[in-house]
């Protein structure tokens, strides 16, 4: 067992640190209320090689890691959440989902772009009728000669505005007897005919984000753009989620530690009763939990992490590590707030804003509930991964790099 992170890891925590404290924070709370995000958010990422950091070099990625993967949102999110959003969808929910499960052509038409920034890519799994409940998606793929008419609506979709090509999930056996086996996966290119995209507005969090929603209305989409085969789209969606999950687990655990330094900093100058609030027992025990939770969270996300690196199924674990770091990064936040009294409740302090966004997390992919039953249903032996058609690669640097 090996707890160190590697030269490369390190390489690439201080290029996104660096990025995160030169060029987003000192501007992130204008876009926050502004309620938009940055124009040159997007454009750096691509430039730095961020949206593509974990692919294959040979698909136009940066070669690192699954670990460098978590690494990065960590350190994206501790500057805002919005940033390890973006990670999320365009690297975890389709990028990597497009190595796994792409053909070569996809991987050369799709892939290789996005790994290289030209391009933006998002997710389409929940529906207004339909979020935690998958099967229940009414929106519909039906075949016709030469592909696909896709019908519906996506709702909550981060980037839906600002992306250009989108992974959905559609129903193509409307008479499927479980209705989980009637779905398919596409690769939707945005400017399609029949394609209208909306942001969403007044969010509670991530508000120099983008969320917003895809109608489908009539959009031909070629045969060529069916990920996987028919009838896969249900397995495709929860192994993306494996990838997603692992990103919301290593970004939460980068908010509680932004909440743990801007609680120890706070408690350091405030003074009360004549001496830093620091020196109160009640206020220790805040920080003391917020250190708890950062280094339980980190070795949840990094095991997760090594086992991607290696080949093995982590269903189980990256569901754990993202239960348990988006809870504590909301509990983290929540007590940043009690430790800055009035100011943590102003924009004046990062803290409100860490709270905002921490609820999110543990909504969106699989709210907290649905990975209790996911943990209770593993221990009590009601819940088994049986093997996938396609498994994420394992990380072998020869193929990755070269
Ligand atoms: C900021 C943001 C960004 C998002 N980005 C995306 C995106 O890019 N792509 C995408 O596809 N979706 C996205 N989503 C949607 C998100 O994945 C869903 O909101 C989530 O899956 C929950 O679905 P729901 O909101 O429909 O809640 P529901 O499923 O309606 O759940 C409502 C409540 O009931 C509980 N519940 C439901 N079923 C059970 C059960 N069986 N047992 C116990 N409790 C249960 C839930 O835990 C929750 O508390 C995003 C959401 C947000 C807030």
């Not at 990422?45 to 940066?62: D, H, K, T, W």
């Not at 489908?216 to 495709?236: R, S, T, W, Y």
């Amino acid at each position: 067992m090996d707890f160190q992170l590697s030269e490369e890891h390190r390489m690439v925590q201080n290029m996104v640190r660096e990025f995160s404290q030169k060029e987003v924070i000192p501007t992130i709370k204008e876009w926050d209320r502004k309620q938009e995000m940055a124009p040159n958010i997007l454009p750096r990422m691509a430039e730095l090689g961020i949206l593509g950091i974990n692919i294959p070099v040979r698909y136009g990625g940066q070669g690192f890691d699954y670990i460098s993967l978590g690494l990065v949102c960590e350190e994206l999110e501790a500057a805002d959440t919005t940033l390890r959003v973006v990670m999320s969808v365009h690297m975890g929910l389709n990028s990597m989902a497009l190595l796994t499960w792409g053909t070569e052509e996809q991987k050369q038409k799709f892939l290789v772009p996005q790994a290289k920034g030209e391009k933006y890519a998002c997710f389409g799994l929940t529906e207004p009728g339909a979020g935690s409940d998958v099967a229940g998606m009414k929106g519909t793929a039906k075949k016709v000669a030469d592909g696909y008419v896709l019908n519906g609506e996506k709702m909550w979709i981060s980037l839906a505005t600002k992306a250009h090509n989108a992974l959905v999930v559609m129903r193509t056996d409307m008479d499927a007897k479980d209705p989980h086996e009637g779905l398919s996966a596409f690769i939707v290119e945005l400017d399609s005919k029949g394609v209208t995209t909306g942001d969403i507005h007044g969010k509670m969090g991530v508000r120099a984000g983008s969320t917003g929603w895809i109608a489908m209305q009539d959009v031909h989409v070629p045969a060529e753009n069916l990920l996987g085969e028919e009838g896969e789209g249900f397995k495709i969606a929860m192994s993306c989620l494996d990838n997603g999950r692992y990103t919301v687990a290593a970004g939460a655990t980068g908010l509680i530690r932004a909440s743990l330094e801007a609680s120890v900093k706070y408690a350091n100058e405030r003074k009360a009763f004549g001496r830093e609030i620091g020196k109160f027992q009640l206020v220790q025990q805040k920080i003391a939990y917020m250190v708890q939770k950062y280094e339980a969270a980190r070795l949840l996300y990094l095991r997760a992490g090594w086992m991607k690196n290696q080949g093995q199924r982590n269903t189980r674990e990256t569901s754990l590590s993202k239960w348990y770091a988006t809870d504590a990064s909301f509990e983290a936040a929540a007590e940043a707030v009690q430790v800055h009294g009035a100011y943590g409740y102003s924009d004046e302090y990062d803290v409100e804003r860490y709270l905002r966004n921490s609820k999110g997390a543990v909504i969106y992919e699989g709210t907290s509930e649905v990975h209790q039953l996911m943990q209770a249903g593993y221990a009590l032996g009601y819940r088994e991964d049986g093997p996938l058609r396609c498994e994420l690669p394992a990380y072998d640097p020869d193929f990755w790099q070269n």
